[in-house]
């Protein structure tokens, strides 16, 4: 069976241009609807470790990704929405999808084998997969949860590292916080209009829509770029009196500009429509969040990376995201994120 995103007769087969081809070597042309099972064949030799456990490792992903679609797509039909009566590690009330799509990505990332160590936002500390894999992986299992009862899209965010200490040896604090910049690959799962896959592993940016009929993820957006100048800008504006006085002038000068304020309240929402159509995305610091309210482990330093890979930028005011030290697991930072001249702009504020 063929379906429109397969290459030999998809009207919207293209490969790469030769502008884009040329930017970077390591960066090979796809045919737009490759799946991605083949994808990450072909492509396994640019990862660092090319052993073949990372490839794995997305795969393990990508098929606790479809769990969770399918749970979030019957969400309205059965009794899983709603609070699940408990709190997780931020003091959130956790809802019920958060702890399914949690359970599904642990169950998924413990039964791959290639992950030694979990830390996820809705454990207190990282799990211990008991695996001898070579592995770190991070995630918000449910990113955006506030909207899962009002049918607005939600996302999946994850960061991959490298396990630093030798196989075998216990898990310690070196493996588990690692900045950023260490991160071999990340990426993010939009389950929207359509559940989009996006990831990189620091060859650039690619994106997969899922056909559910097939049960599989097909590229559909090759070598994605975010453009470097946008108009759009994404702040919860309902904490403008608690911003510092730089971030409202700032947003003043958004409004100067006549940019479009665009605020969804999934960050892999806004983050995903930014990517594509140019913009910022802003999580100050607030008064009731003087760090801002995003975590850096599994929300900001994978879309960070993916901005990065696609030309944009992202820093907490002051310096690269990627190069924050954690201290904790569960720490937050402020978080401005998206088309390299409009961070650059707010950044001179
Ligand atoms: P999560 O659902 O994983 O807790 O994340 C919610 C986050 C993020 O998705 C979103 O951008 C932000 O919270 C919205 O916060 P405000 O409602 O304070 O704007
Ligand atoms: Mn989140
Ligand atoms: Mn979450």
């Known amino acids: 069976m063929r379906?429109?995103?397969?290459?030999?007769?998809?009207?919207?087969?293209?490969?790469?241009s030769q502008a884009a081809k040329s930017m970077e070597e390591s960066r090979i042309a796809q045919p737009i609807g490759i799946a991605l099972d083949r994808f990450i064949k072909i492509n396994q030799d640019q990862f660092a470790y090319a052993s073949g456990e990372l490839s794995q490792l997305l795969r393990d992903i990508a098929l606790a990704s479809k769990v969770v679609n399918r749970e979030v797509n019957k969400a309205g039909l059965i009794d899983i929405m709603g609070q699940a009566g408990s709190i997780n590690s931020g003091g959130d009330a956790q809802q019920k999808l958060d702890v399914l799509a949690?359970?599904?990505?642990?169950?998924?990332l413990t039964k791959g084998g290639e992950a030694c160590a979990l830390i996820s936002e809705e454990t207190e500390s990282y799990v211990d997969l008991s695996n001898d894999g070579k592995y770190v992986i991070a995630i918000d299992p449910l990113d955006g949860s506030s909207n899962i009862d009002v049918n607005v899209s939600i996302g999946t965010i994850f960061s991959i590292y490298r396990r630093?200490?030798?196989?075998?040896?216990?898990i310690s604090d070196a493996d588990i916080l690692q900045k950023g910049s260490e991160q071999v690959a990340a990426g993010y799962i939009l389950y929207g209009s359509s559940t989009m896959l996006v990831y990189t592993?620091?060859?650039?940016v690619n994106g997969f829509t899922y056909d559910p009929t097939l049960g599989e993820y097909f590229l559909s957006h090759a070598d994605m770029r975010i453009p470097e100048d946008g108009k759009i800008y994404s702040i919860n504006e309902g904490s403008y009196n608690s911003f510092a006085q730089p971030v409202k002038d700032y947003v003043s000068y958004c409004k100067?500009?006549?940019y479009t304020g665009r605020y969804i309240g999934s960050l892999i929402a806004d983050f995903h429509?930014?990517?594509l159509k140019g913009g910022i995305y802003i999580y100050p610091a607030t008064a009731k969040d003087p760090n801002g309210k995003l975590r850096l482990m599994y929300e900001c330093n994978a879309l960070a990376f993916v901005a990065e890979q696609a030309g944009?930028?992202?820093?907490?005011?002051?310096?690269?995201?990627?190069?924050?030290?954690p201290k904790t697991l569960h720490e937050r930072t402020p978080f401005f994120v998206g088309s390299k001249n409009m961070v650059t702009k707010a950044e001179s504020f």
């Open 201 to 204: 592993t620091g060859h650039g």
């Open 102 to 108: 949690n359970i599904r990505f642990t169950r998924a």
């Open 164 to 170: 630093k200490s030798p196989v075998g040896q216990p």
């Open 312 to 325: 944009g930028k992202a820093t907490n005011g002051k310096i690269s995201v990627l190069d924050i030290k």
């Open 3 to 16: 379906t429109n995103f397969e290459p030999e007769f998809s009207p919207k087969m293209k490969v790469k």
């Open 273 to 275: 429509r930014n990517l």
């Open 256 to 258: 100067d500009q006549q």
